[in-house]
């Protein structure tokens, strides 16, 4: 595997940002603990009566 072109470890690399900065982003944007109240996400409560 570390004999393979610059240009293929180049691209990989690429992707891979490409694939962290996706994951990130979402999860930030979907996190239950971004800030928000219970209120604002459509998911009920556990811990309400």
Known sequence: ??????ETWIRFLIWLLLGFIIYFAYSYKNSRLAGRSPQ???VPSMTST
């Open 40 to 42: 604002d996400s459509g």
């Open 1 to 6: 595997m570390l004999t393979l072109p610059v």
